[in-house]
């Protein structure tokens, strides 16, 4: 890092920017351009580059994040106490399908060593998932994917690892409430990630609210099989041996298990015919085109927006043009951006779905009476971010410049809404765990995760790759980041280097050629169902 003292300005109409080198710079200091700062600016933080009066714009990607409470003189420290944060904007006569077309060349010629599925999608990993209908067989699960992982993995070299599939949801949650569908279709739609081959195999109580034939309805996968054993185990507590597919459901209170290691003993029984399919899979060549891809960000500071997230802004474009489908995310880290959003749209059908994605989450939050606002943590404020509007601003820049293409509710799936590629809003909270759970059961095989502040974050289900905005962390936490797009602020590689970079390391981690830190440590954080639906 140089010890010369830089800024950077996102745009030319800007009259703030971010200081750059670590530690900040001391109140005196003179900038190349001549600034003299008069306070102390903290390293991500913003200086004013020209005198503010009282109610002016402070202007940041020449968008207003908020209004001067006070006279800010230039070189002076601009924080979140110095402004007023915008009110949101209105969802009325937003711009529909209004950006000029993209005309990008299509990237052609790029493969990767994938796994093919019977239904068309490809699996960067091939993983035997255990999926649970309540929380209550959480620890049961556990025991036994420990068991599996023991004795049946080392059996079967070409699966890579057994996931349990937990989560919190249980019979408290009213189950026939308007909204309770959204971790009900979420669930069901992880197990069908493409990551796990088409084997579903299901550990049910017995007498949860979300039995089995609710979780997978006529129509779903493996329905006869799931149907078959919930009819046998009522009626006389005993799977139907004569049907091989039975056991794709475990019903811990069937009669036939007298004790825990009964338990256990029936799920490793199931788990061994699921793992004896997924070991004889062979990663084949596919295009690019196969990849799905999900984008988050998580601990971001002011750097997210000019590093690590328009690098992989510009990883985006190449997948879409790639023909490969990339989601975003975070719907209050949208939320300010939306008329960019969509503007966007390849139709006013898809500039409407966003559109009303955000009135959901806006009455959602109102709820709870909480809006956007509650969005940003202590770190964000620490790292740069004054507000929501700044924090949004550099968090879109993660989905490009290709048109919006499509739009998915929380917990709806690409394949179940025949969307096949293109670049995606996935609607989802911003919690990091939340939006990969809604990611994953979207269909993700890929994940891209940004960070400023520093996060182990990781999912089990699928690889994560991890970005750092700033050399400093990339340095401290050497194993734990995958790529480090500091370099762009410090003038070692631009833009346009570190999203090709991601682009030939997404193509390497998705053949399995190359592991994330996240894989080789195996950190993996817990899935975690949206539920808006009140809990009786």
């Known amino acids: 890092m140089t010890s010369t003292p830089l800024f950077i300005q996102m745009h030319p109409a800007d009259n ?9 710079l001391p109140a005196g200091t003179v900038m ?15 200086v004013a580059l020209t005198p503010i009066a009282q109610g002016q714009a402070v202007r940041r ?13 230039a070189g002076a420290w601009v924080h979140e106490r110095l402004l007023h944060m915008p009110p949101a904007r209105s969802l009325d006569n937003l711009p529909q399908a209004t950006a000029p077309a993209w005309n990008a060349e299509p990237l052609t010629g790029y493969t990767f060593e994938g796994y093919r599925n019977a239904d068309g999608t490809v699996g960067t990993r091939n993983i035997l998932a255990i999926t649970t209908t309540v929380q209550c067989v959480a620890g049961v699960v556990d025991f036994a994917v420990k068991r599996i992982k023991a004795e049946l993995l080392p059996r079967y070299p070409n699966v890579d690892d057994v996931v349990g599939l937990e989560h919190t949801y249980g019979c408290g949650v009213a189950i026939d409430a308007p909204d309770a ?9 992880l197990s069908q990630n493409p990551n796990f081959g088409g084997e579903v195999l299901v550990v049910s109580l017995g007498c949860e609210k979300l039995q089995p034939e609710r979780l997978f309805p006529a129509g779903s996968i493996a329905i006869q099989s799931i149907a078959a054993c919930v009819i046998n185990t009522r009626a006389t507590g005993q799977f139907d041996t004569n049907n091989e597919a039975a056991p794709d459901v475990v019903c811990l209170q069937a009669e036939q298990h007298v004790g825990f290691m009964s338990m256990v003993d029936s799920i490793l029984h199931s788990a061994d015919k699921h793992l004896k399919r997924l070991n004889a899979r062979r990663r084949e060549t596919v295009p690019a085109s196969a990849l ?16 690590a997230n328009p690098a992989v802004g510009f990883c985006t474009d190449l997948l879409v043009r790639a023909g490969a489908t990339v989601m975003f995310s975070e719907t209050t880290e949208v939320r300010d951006a939306i008329d960019q959003m969509t503007a966007r ?31 940003t943590t202590p770190g964000n ?5 004054s507000n929501i509007v700044e924090k949004a601003m550099g968090s879109i820049i993660k989905s490009g410049s290709a048109p919006i293409s499509g739009v998915l509710a929380p917990g709806e799936s690409l394949r179940g809404q025949g969307i096949t590629q293109g670049l995606v809003y996935a609607a989802t909270p911003a919690s990091d765990f939340i939006c990969g759970t809604l990611q994953l059961a979207a269909g993700m095989t890929l994940h891209v995760f940004t960070t400023g502040r520093g996060t182990p974050y990781g999912l089990a289900a699928c690889p994560v790759i991890k970005v750092a905005t700033r050399s400093d962390l990339a340095r401290r936490w050497h194993d734990l980041m995958d790529i480090n797009a500091g370099r762009i602020a410090d003038g070692e590689a631009s833009i346009a280097d570190v999203g090709w970079e991601l682009f030939h390391l997404m193509l390497d981690v998705a053949s399995g050629r190359k592991k994330t830190w996240a894989e080789h440590w195996q950190l993996h954080n817990a899935l975690v169902l949206f ?6």
């Open 292 to 307: 799905v891809v999900g984008v988050q960000c998580g601990g971001s500071d002011a750097f997210s927006g000019v590093t």
């Open 32 to 46: 190349p351009d001549g600034l003299t700062l008069v306070d102390r600016v903290p390293q991500g933080h913003k």
């Open 345 to 375: 749209a390849t139709s006013p059908e898809i500039a409407q779905a966003m559109a009303r994605e955000m009135a959901w989450y806006d009455a959602y939050l109102s709820r709870g009476s909480a809006d956007r606002s509650a969005n």
């Open 531 to 536: 539920n808006p639906a009140p809990i009786t």
């Open 181 to 189: 569908v959204i971790p009900i279709r979420t669930l069901r739609h």
């Open 381 to 385: 404020k620490a790292g740069g971010l």
């Open 16 to 24: 703030v920017a971010i200081v750059v080198n670590d530690g900040g």
């Open 61 to 73: 990607y020449n968008v207003p994040i908020g209004y001067a409470l006070q006279d800010i003189p």
